[in-house]
């Protein structure tokens, strides 16, 4: 039985288990009365959202809260018993009353009255459990971040975690995966405030997809990350929070997906909280077909003998089939008001098997002409643990607080490949290709806050990142059915990297009057080895590299009125190269294209500069943003051609400046009608000069500028309480630098809701890419060949899903503060942005 078996066994006895413990715990659960009430100001006006909180005297295991709604109603149920009663408001003094529940019925309304202007008593953590009620904006802005919420995001509904990227505001996913923000793919990606095994060692289109979208609650969009945050992703982080329900008693949530091109899923997220206690489970798995579809055609300029190519036409289509399976368990426990420890795990596996046939078209000066046909069949199986821990500790009750976390993580992946080879149908080679990398991870972080007075803070924080990735690589290669195989030396390595980071960072914000501001300061220090045998002898390489860098930023905000302000800020960034592009010869599946790693690739920095503006209302949220980045030494790809091989090298190459208008709004145009939209602007500036006497021969210049832009636009149609569906269009306008033209590419995606079973089911359906437009086309012009491209990463495909939910009582929230613009809220439970 191999490993993959094993986990698949684990997750679905599991699951069982959860079920049928949660089943015993609510047969055994104390029998409740349903209680009804309302909460009144002193005028007798109806309080909306407030939170009301019932503390049994006798057990407190029985206490629960809830949260009151548009009218000021609200209704729970109750053991009967002694109750204090606390009723909270923003803006209203806190009310505490004592009442004995008996029997089901009303208890008639609760008074409570403002706070009083011009005294002393101001707004301060409201203690206790709070209800908070669903963030019915789908895009909210923050002093430092943007957080979308993908709930009401249909089109993605029994989607993965690329399905979500695509729909988030500042981001946009290529056709091959890859995702960027604001032009830029050098994104930083964290799981819950932290670097993950979860997204594999380089946060490839396969891990994405291996994150189902009904298990993230939101995502942080940080286009310019304070000192708080790791300096890593010269274009921002997207920082994925994965659901923790937060609501007392058991609850949870079943979504089954089915869809074509061939896919399954069934996920749950299931939590359990009583007293002290809560523990949470999420779990589930999937099966997914997918296509990807590559054309190049190019022609040779300095053909000279008979023999050299004058022109190349390749097709690559590739079939996979992949499935995923994921289980993360995790608990809570208060050890006092003040004091809190959790521990969480997750385990998550991945298998495929893909299918690949290029074909090769070459065209020669004599003008005979010869077909190569490679087959590709290939399997994949990705292994990853991660277990995490952690201590919070409020010191008082004014934002005194200390978050200790450990993160341990493991990832492991098996790539095996079979090569074949012919030309114009006669037998030319085989490669047999087999990966083995594997990654280990430890995290641990200290972050501490200390208020000054009334409005100003003190963070500062440490943290430890040790990196461990091994790779063992053989190719083997045989020119007849009958030779025998022979390594490749050139792909036929082992290498280690390992990468130590070690970072602090102070942090202070503050407020006068309507202008707030953040100031901060991260040091950085970071130490790579690299050791690299490959069977070239002469090839091999031991290297270290140091370095040690200071990356300052900061945050001004001018408050106009409530929910309106200015917003001006700076930080300075790194580019660290990831380990796959330092390895020499990385992989091997194409002899025909090859990518090379760069050993010598070295950081590029950046420094990005923001003037934003924000004004969110009851209707509408409108955040334009004019945006600056700089970046010295920045990473390019070079393509080169020799022998009539295409090649693709990082380097570092002059400068990048990219400048625009990043412009996020929503508006609810009526009570049917919402849209929500984003318009990116953009101008590029790129300059360098590269030059490697030994691959090219003269100078490749890289100089370009121009302007492009992206858009995307989200209407969603609300038919009546249960049924709505959406209608996506996006749009990227092409590109031009110094040798490579991209062209512009749209897609529309559509996508319906039903709320059934009296608001405990949702079906929904959806498909992507209607009319299959969703292709990149580019090409490339240099002094020795022209080449058009052509990719297509996945074809037009539809999903119907379904969610069956199971809950006992009402969503609560951690203690939560009176808004302050100046308040910098990292947003995650685990307290991790550092």
């Not at 715990?25 to 009301?52: D, R």
């Amino acid at each position: 039985m191999n490993q993959t078996e094993i986990i698949n066994i684990f997750t679905k006895k599991t699951l069982g288990l959860t079920f049928v413990l949660s089943a015993a715990a609510l047969a055994f659960a104390q029998e409740k009365v349903g209680i009804t009430g309302n909460i009144v100001n002193k005028s007798n006006q109806a309080v909306p959202y407030a939170s009301v909180t019932f503390s049994n005297k006798a057990n407190k295991a029985l206490s629960d809260a809830t949260l009151t709604d548009e009218r000021g109603q609200y209704k729970l149920d109750l053991a009967p018993g002694n109750y204090d009663i606390t009723v909270e408001a923003v803006d209203y003094k806190k009310s505490v009353i004592n009442k004995q529940i008996t029997a089901a019925g009303s208890i008639g309304a609760l008074s409570i009255v403002p706070e009083a202007a011009g005294n002393d008593l101001k707004t301060q953590d409201i203690q206790g459990v709070v209800i908070t009620a669903a963030n019915t904006k789908a895009y909210k802005v923050e002093l430092d971040k943007k957080t979308y919420d993908p709930s009401q995001d249909i089109v993605s509904k029994g989607g993965n975690l690329q399905d979500v990227l695509a729909n988030v505001p500042s981001v946009s996913v290529d056709t091959d995966g890859t995702v960027s923000m604001r032009g830029s793919s050098n994104v930083r990606f964290l799981i819950n405030g932290k670097p993950s095994a979860l997204l594999g060692i380089d946060d490839g289109a396969n891990a994405l997809q291996s994150i189902p979208a009904d298990q993230i609650e939101r995502i942080e969009v940080i286009t310019n990350p304070s000192s708080k945050f790791e300096a890593s992703g010269t274009a921002g982080i997207l920082n994925i929070i994965l659901k923790k329900n937060k609501k007392t008693g058991f609850n949870g949530s079943v979504t089954g997906t089915v869809g074509y091109l061939p896919q399954t899923s069934l996920n749950t997220n299931l939590s359990w909280r009583k007293g002290n206690l809560t523990w949470f489970l999420n779990g589930g798995g999937g099966y997914r077909e997918s296509k990807n579809t590559n054309r190049n055609n190019a022609t040779y300029f300095n053909a000279v003998s008979p023999l050299d190519r004058t022109q190349m036409n390749q097709e690559s289509i590739s079939e996979n089939k992949n499935d995923n399976y994921n289980a993360s368990a995790g608990l809570v426990y208060d050890i006092s008001d003040k004091t809190s420890v959790n521990a969480s795990g997750t385990v998550r596996t991945f298998d495929s098997d893909n299918i690949g046939n290029v074909i090769y078209d070459y065209r020669f000066l004599n003008g005979t002409r010869s077909l190569t046909q490679r087959l590709n069949d290939g399997s994949n199986n990705n292994l990853a643990f991660q277990g995490d821990f952690g201590l919070d500790h409020k010191f008082d009750d004014k934002g005194q607080n200390l978050s200790l976390s450990l993160s341990l993580q493991r990832n492991r992946s098996y790539n095996d490949t079979d090569v074949t080879q012919t030309n114009d149908d006669i037998f030319a080679l085989q490669n047999v290709i087999d990966q083995t990398t594997k990654n280990n991870t430890v995290v641990a972080k200290a972050d501490y806050e200390l208020p000054i007075g009334e409005k100003s803070r003190i963070e500062a924080g440490y943290r430890l990142d040790i990196n461990k990735n091994t790779y063992n690589n053989d190719v083997l290669e045989r020119t007849s059915p009958t030779a025998n195989f022979d390594y490749l030396a050139d792909f036929t390595y082992d290498a280690n990297y390992k990468e130590m980071f070690n970072a602090a960072y102070v942090q202070f914000k503050s407020k006068i009057g309507n202008v707030g501001y953040q100031l901060g300061l991260r040091n950085e220090n970071s130490k790579i080895d690299i050791d690299y045998l490959n069977l070239n002898p002469q090839s091999n390489i031991n290297k270290t590299k140091n370095y040690n860098n200071l990356f300052p930023s900061v945050f001004l905000s001018y408050e106009i009125a409530k929910d309106n302000q200015f917003l001006v800020n700076y930080s300075r960034r790194i580019d660290r190269p990831r380990s796959f592009f330092l390895i020499p010869n990385p992989s091997y599946s194409d002899n025909q294209n090859i990518f090379l790693g760069n050993i010598d690739l070295n950081p590029s920095y950046v420094d990005s500069y923001e003037v934003g503006y924000s004004i969110s209302k009851s209707k509408f949220t409108i955040n334009p943003t004019l945006y600056f980045r700089h970046s010295t030494d920045d990473v390019k790809m070079l393509v080169y051609s020799a022998d009539g091989i295409f090649y693709t090298k990082p380097i570092n190459l002059g400068t990048d400046d990219r400048f625009g208008l990043d412009l996020n709004f929503s508006w609810d145009a009526t009570k049917w009608l919402k849209f929500l939209g984003n318009v990116d602007l953009f101008g590029y500036n790129t300059k360098g000069i590269y030059y490697d006497p030994e691959i090219l021969n003269e100078p490749m210049s890289f100089e370009g500028s121009g302007f492009s832009s992206r858009a995307r636009l989200t209407s969603t149609f609300k038919i009546d309480k249960t049924f709505s569906f959406q209608i996506q269009g996006f749009y990227r306008g092409g590109q031009k630098t110094e040798n490579q033209n991209r062209q512009d590419m749209y897609t529309i995606n559509f996508g319906a809701s039903k709320t059934i079973w009296k608001g405990n089911g949702t079906i929904s359906f959806n498909i992507q890419d209607i009319f299959n437009t969703r292709a990149m086309r580019s090409v490339t012009n240099t002094s020795e060949f022209s080449r058009e491209s052509y990719m297509q990463w996945q074809p037009r495909q539809f999903a119907l899903s379904l969610t069956y939910r199971f809950k006992q009582g009402e969503k609560i929230d951690q203690p939560k503060k009176k808004k302050d613009i100046n308040a910098n809220e990292s947003g995650d439970d685990q307290q991790g942005p550092m």
